[in-house]
């Protein structure tokens, strides 16, 4: 017997990447990264844990002026929330009264909050190399969202591709979930003030070594910050914790640290690349912390199942146009060597 309403019998939930224990595993699968916050992070949150039997301030003045600066916008273009994953729920919550469109291979949370919300979703094909081509969603009326560089692909859709079809739908909101954009690709946030339906979405997550703080923004036109705080406020005003504002505000601080893990990251997914296709691998040109690849030898699945048996976790998407591909997150420098060494024996035991 269940209680759940009848309308939720037939939800199809997220499916979130495993947590493992790290010293078992090479923990490459979720796209985090792998070095811990700045030391100064985490003095910050154990000093806000003296605050705890406060409730957390509404207005995030912690995160969102030093954001905000950093950013180039005002206060009030910028909402913070409980990842960015709560920012996106409110978008299919409340925005989305003429349907919304994403492409076939993406985020799998779109399809996940359509769902939830019940709201109309149009699934447009990438490309056949899985580029994005905007013009397929001229003729179709609601929001559009898609994530710039794209997950799990990593492919990047240049600036002047969205402005021009920003501009062709005034009257259209337009969602860039930029959850990558630290690590390839110009932000679009500096275009806020042209193109009031445009709305960015950022994270914390992926960039800035605080995925377990749940932390996540969007920037807006300050009416669509305002309707989006109504619905906030109807929610749970109290949506970011008191330890993930003192976070969210050190991080801001550790800039330098910030922007060389980032560098780091690029570096060692070049080169990672570049040994991939030398092990006969066929790969996107990802600009995001991870690499999608796959071998014209071993399928997706006996890879993921072969690295797994090796104490190496990557992710693999068993979905028609993604399974033969391998989602891997950009480690440090030593965790992709380890792969790369693994990967060589694999293959090896194919040849074999
Ligand atoms: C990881 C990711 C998110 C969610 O990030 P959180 O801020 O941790 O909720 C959103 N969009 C994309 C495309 C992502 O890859």
Not at 164 to 174: C, K, Q
Not at 182 to 206: A, R
Not at 263 to 287: A, H, M, N, Y
Not at 323 to 330: A, E, G, P, Q, S
Request: charged residues 20%; contains cysteine.
């Amino acid at each position: 017997m269940s209680f759940l309403n009848q309308t939720y019998q037939n939800l199809t939930p997220y499916t979130p990447g495993e947590q493992v224990d790290e010293a078992a595993y090479i923990k490459l699968n979720t796209n985090e990264s792998p070095y811990p916050p700045a030391p100064n992070v985490q003095k910050a949150v154990a000093e806000a844990a003296q605050k705890l039997n406060r409730y957390s301030d509404i207005a995030v003045e912690a995160v969102a002026k030093p954001l905000a600066k950093y950013l180039g916008v005002k206060q009030e273009q910028l909402f913070l929330g409980n990842g960015s994953d709560e920012v996106l729920s409110y978008i299919f919550q409340g925005f989305t009264e003429k349907g919304i469109a994403f492409p076939d291979v993406t985020y799998g949370f779109y399809q996940v909050y359509s769902g939830l919300y019940q709201v109309e979703s149009t699934v447009v094909p990438l490309k056949e190399d899985f580029s994005l081509d905007l013009a397929e969603y001229d003729a179709f009326k609601g929001t559009v969202i898609f994530a710039n560089p794209n997950a799990p692909t990593g492919i990047y859709l240049p600036q002047e591709e969205i402005c021009a079809f920003l501009e062709r739908h005034p009257d259209r909101l337009v969602v860039v979930d930029e959850a990558y954009i630290d690590f390839g690709g110009k932000s679009m946030v500096s275009l806020i003030n042209q193109y009031k339906n445009l709305f960015v979405i950022g994270t914390f997550s992926k960039s800035r070594q605080l995925a377990g703080a749940r932390l996540g923004f969007g920037i807006g036109n300050t009416d669509l910050i305002a309707d989006l705080n109504r619905l906030r406020f109807s929610l749970n005003p109290y949506n970011v914790n008191s330890l993930t504002q003192a976070a969210g505000g050190a991080v801001l601080q550790e800039q330098v640290y910030v922007d060389q893990k980032v560098q780091e990251t690029i570096k060692v997914r070049e080169w990672s690349k570049q040994e991939l296709t030398k092990l006969g691998f066929e790969q996107t040109d990802s600009q995001g912390n991870f690499l999608f690849a796959k071998h014209p030898k071993l399928s997706g699945e006996s890879l993921f199942l072969a690295l797994r048996e090796k104490k190496i976790l990557v992710r693999w998407f068993n979905q028609p146009r993604t399974k033969d591909y391998l989602r891997i997150t950009v480690g440090t420098k030593e965790q992709m060597e380890q792969l790369i060494a693994v990967l060589t024996t694999i293959l090896n035991e194919v040849k074999a």
